[in-house]
């Protein structure tokens, strides 16, 4: 089953790529230029959606199936932020390591060396025939420094529960098997698995 992806982060194509190799897995970049979508939504369901559905339209094709992941960090001791604006934390074209650094010094502000912290993944699928959303969590511990350069994101700071490295240090297949976008993606695969 050909599944076109409504991303442009390129650390989502690779998790997805290699938690759906029984899939043809395409970003959309591949098939027509990429284009800003407006992820104005309440959560990260909404905005995963929105993103879908946006690049359902401008493919102009009824036949394929789109799939969007909506993600991002919540950390506690600053009330769930950043939550879903974690792509943006540090401005509208804010890179991964200055929103990663920007975190870290929020905790630190705060006076936490750490605190307990979870990610989320909202994935949505669009079809002709009609939506659907899942979505997956991982818990853990947000640390007020950078350790390891694996992942992508906030993952350098992110010990996730039952562990003692950050998702920088430890290994990819690790993380496949206990991130929120494993748990979400594996969820939606029973639903493909119906269309
Ligand atoms: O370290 C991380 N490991 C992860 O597993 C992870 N999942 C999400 N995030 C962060 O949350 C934001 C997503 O925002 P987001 O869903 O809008 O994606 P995006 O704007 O990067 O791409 P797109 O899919 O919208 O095109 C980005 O800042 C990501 O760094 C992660 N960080
Ligand atoms: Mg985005």
Redesign the pocket.
């Known amino acids: 089953m050909k599944l076109v992806l409504a991303?442009?982060?390129k650390g989502?194509v690779r998790e997805i790529k290699a938690l759906y190799k029984d899939f043809e897995v395409v970003p959309y970049s591949e098939l027509i230029d990429e284009f800003e979508i407006v992820?104005d939504g309440k959560d990260f369901k909404e905005n995963a959606l929105i993103?879908a559905r946006a690049v359902f339209k401008a493919l102009d094709d009824e036949d394929v199936i789109v799939l969007a992941?909506?993600?991002?960090?919540s950390v506690d001791v600053l009330g769930g932020k950043p939550g879903i604006y974690?792509?943006r934390y540090a401005g509208a074209d804010a890179t991964?390591k200055d929103?990663l650094y920007k975190l870290i010094e929020a905790i630190k502000t705060k006076g936490f060396d750490s605190s307990p912290a979870h990610?989320t993944?909202a994935i949505a699928i669009v079809t002709k025939d009609g939506e659907y959303s899942v979505h997956g969590w991982m818990y853990g511990e947000a640390m007020a420094k950078a350790v390891g350069d694996g992942?992508?994101?906030?993952?350098p700071m992110?010990i996730p529960l039952g562990y003692d490295k950050t998702l920088g240090e430890l290994d990819d297949e690790t993380k496949k098997s206990i991130?929120h976008?494993a748990k979400a993606l594996s969820l939606a695969k029973v639903i493909l698995q119906t269309l």
């Open positions: 991303t442009s982060n989502k992820e993103k992941d909506d993600s991002g960090i974690s792509a991964d929103n990610y993944a992942g992508f994101g906030y993952d992110f991130s976008r």
